[in-house]
């Protein structure tokens, strides 16, 4: 006797909705155990992780300054998952975006330049970004490298070329050696939304993304291209999609989210370069762009609930002494979860019993959804020449839902 | 002990970990997963190793927990590969994500802690041999560990029955389960056998090379490792040179670094990550030239799931 996986004919619409929150009750649960395991509550834990923030009006506004960001980036996350493509180096983007922009602001540090700074490092962000996101892009397009590596290498690169500059040449003089650059000037710093709070204008541009994307993924003929290039990629060929464009398109556009992303938190919220500039947003933006199920509308809902692990982690570090890094293991086990969730709603777990196998599927059912969204993919990398296992992927994908369940 | 035989005694330690590694997660991958969790369980061994040999006292105890890490956060990985069918470049990244998380919460009680060297090989006579005696035969045993590993793997992959069915499993899940292998099974073992191979390399960072711990120390290793499995086109030979020149690049840009040769030390830290970058796109091109010549066959097909 024991588990097997067995295709759904019909995903249902509520269990789409239901899988991402049921996902998260599971990580809560686990991370429940997991600080009782610590010797904590996780009663407790849960009203600083939770009640606490969402009851504190102060903390409310925290929670949408956080998940600014995030919502940025996942969205530009989106298009990279929804061709699947797989830039994970949004965190790299992110900085870039940050440097290009912030080089405007320590340029016109000090001189009467006009309200036009701010606007403009916004755009500089996005082109760093962009800039930045293209290459992984061309690498794979022009040399069939792995997108995948290639983004997190560069990750490492950004980080050390924004330590570099803070360190060496944008070192404010008169900062007591402290490795960061000078604090912008009001012309270089994002407004504020509501008077004095901690809200900035960032939000908004959150926002707009937001509504752009769906309208982009959902009402255009790009969105379109998007859809079948990462679930039927064949299908994209014989349509007349051009891959590489795609490829190119897609990263571009992250990258210059994530670009803005950096920009906006750099300009609406840390006021000045610094080594250090992200708590691993680009990363954690991954967890938030599965947990929304790469829907624009369900990327604002995760975002403003994955906020709230930062927030809750870093009260639960003051008032219960429980390491940041409890965070960031959530945020793991949660992405896991959220994936686990995902292929629950295309396939049902049954029992079998010893011997009994599985009658065999018909051909039209095979195919589902999911099956063509978890197609895997080779770090051999597919950009520069068809491979000729094509043919072979080809015949796992129409015949074998049970390829490999015994 | 003149400067160069130092400098290749380091190039030595420093590869070793990526040896070990790449060799776990390339028999993974030709089993057919890709298992982006690397650095997650390298961290997980190097975390919990370490914490085991402090409290136990004892190298073997910490050595046993580490590779029993890796392996438990391997275990957590397949269960979503294979259990539930999960995608796996989004599982491999979220284990990467928790692994180094918890690896936190495990190492903080063990900040500032250290560990003494572990006794090194010595054998009497050929040890002392001028010049390459040390280099040779007077290594950590995690040193002739790694090498071992490599030559067993490479046996089995090429030798063995059980080598055929892992091949044929990662080639072409399909045919592999239509001839009535073990699809799942052998993927799980392969999927463990990596994450072991992860945590042993982890434990090798934290109680050898460093001899502390501390947050992040795997630094991107993990990701070098995998880059090194496309390095080796999926043989264990050339993940062997592979580990050790990347091993030799980390080594000679943290001398540069303290030799003050005037460029700035990011600079020189960003070299093994653009390496990395510069490898792959190097044998790419390489590659492309020879379209259609046996050096491409290693390469595994990476099935749906």
């Known amino acids: 006797m024991r588990l097997e996986l067995a295709p759904r004919a019909e995903v249902s619409r509520i269990a789409r909705v239901v899988a991402p929150v049921a996902a998260f009750l599971v990580a809560f649960l686990i991370a429940g155990g997991v600080i009782w395991l610590l010797g904590r509550s996780p009663l407790a834990a849960f009203r600083v992780y939770v009640s606490g923030p969402l009851s504190d009006p102060w903390a409310l506004q925290e929670l949408v300054v956080k998940a600014t960001p995030l919502a940025l980036i996942a969205i530009g996350l989106t298009y990279c998952f929804r061709a699947n493509l797989w830039n994970i180096g949004a965190e790299g983007q992110y900085v870039m975006g940050a440097v290009l922009g912030g080089w405007l602001a320590l340029r016109t540090h000090g001189s009467d330049a006009g309200p036009w700074v701010w606007p403009a490092m916004m755009l500089l962000g996005i082109v760093g970004g962009a800039l930045y996101g293209l290459i992984p892009a061309l690498l794979r397009v022009r040399f069939g490298v792995s997108e995948i590596l290639s983004s997190l290498m560069l990750v490492y690169v950004a980080q050390l070329v924004l330590d570099y500059l803070t360190r060496g040449p944008w070192r404010d003089p008169k900062g007591m050696n402290f490795p960061q650059s000078v604090t912008f000037d009001p012309s270089a710093t994002l407004p504020q939304l509501f008077g004095a709070g901690r809200l900035h204008v960032g939000a908004l541009f959150a926002l707009v993304a937001i509504l752009a994307t769906a309208f982009v993924l959902g009402r255009t003929l790009f969105g379109y291209r998007l859809r079948v290039t990462g679930e039927a990629p064949r299908a994209a060929r014989f349509g007349g999609f051009d891959a590489n464009r795609t490829t190119l398109a897609v990263f571009a556009i992250s990258g210059g989210l994530a670009g803005l992303a950096g920009m906006s938190e750099v300009a609406g919220q840390i006021g000045q370069l610094q080594p250090s500039i992200s708590p691993g947003y680009g990363f954690t933006a991954i967890t938030v762009a599965f947990l929304g199920r790469l829907n624009p509308f369900g990327i604002l809902a995760a975002s403003l609930a994955v906020a709230l692990t930062f927030i809750g982690g870093e009260s639960a570090q003051i008032l219960l002494k429980l390491p940041l890094d409890l965070t960031t293991a959530f945020q793991g086990l949660l992405l896991l979860c959220v994936l686990g969730a995902d292929a629950l709603v295309s396939y049902r777990l049954q029992i079998v019993g010893r011997g009994g196998g599985r009658p065999p599927l018909p051909e039209g059912e095979v195919e589902t959804a999911a099956a063509v969204r978890v197609r895997g993919h080779g770090l051999a990398g597919e950009g520069a020449t068809p491979r000729p296992v094509a043919p072979l992927r080809d015949s796992t994908s129409s015949s074998g839902r049970g390829g490999g369940v015994p | ?305």
Do not use: K
């Open chain 2, 1 to 305: 002990m003149t400067p160069l035989e130092a400098i290749l005694l380091t190039i030595v330690t420093a590869s070793t970990p990526l040896l070990i590694a790449a060799i776990g997660e390339l028999v993974t991958e030709r089993a057919g997963v890709l298992n982006l969790g690397v650095e997650g369980m390298m961290a997980m061994g190097a975390a919990c190793g370490f914490a085991a040999a402090i409290g136990f006292d004892s190298t073997v105890a910490g050595i046993a927990t580490g590779i029993l890490a890796g392996a438990g956060m391997a275990a957590i990985f397949a269960f979503a590969v294979l259990g539930l069918a999960a995608n796996q470049v989004g599982s491999g990244l979220a284990l990467t994500i928790l692994g180094l998380g918890l690896s936190g919460l495990i190492g903080a009680p063990f900040v500032g802690a250290r560990r003494d060297p572990i006794p090194h090989v010595h054998i009497p006579g050929l040890a002392d041999l001028p010049g390459i005696g040390r280099l040779l035969f007077g290594q950590d045993a995690f040193v002739y560990v790694g090498l071992a590993l490599a030559a067993a793997v490479a046996l089995f992959l090429s030798r063995s029955r059980a080598g055929l069915t892992l091949r044929a499993v990662g080639e072409n899940h399909v045919s592999a389960h239509a001839l009535g292998l073990p699809v799942l099974r052998t993927r799980c073992l392969a999927i463990l056998f990596g994450g072991a191979c992860a945590g042993l390399a982890g434990v090798y960072l934290s109680l050898v090379y460093t001899r502390f711990w501390s947050p992040g120390m795997t630094a991107g290793r993990g990701w070098i490792a995998l880059a090194l499995v496309v390095f080796a086109a999926w043989r264990p030979a050339y993940a062997l040179a592979g580990a050790y020149l990347f091993g030799a690049a980390t080594v000679l840009q943290l001398h540069a670094q303290a030799g003050q040769i005037g460029l700035p030390s990011q600079l020189l830290s960003a070299v093994p990550y653009l390496a990395t970058i510069l490898t792959l796109v190097l044998l790419s091109i390489g590659r492309g030239r020879a379209v259609g010549a046996p050096g491409s066959l290693g390469a595994p097909f990476v099935p749906d799931r």
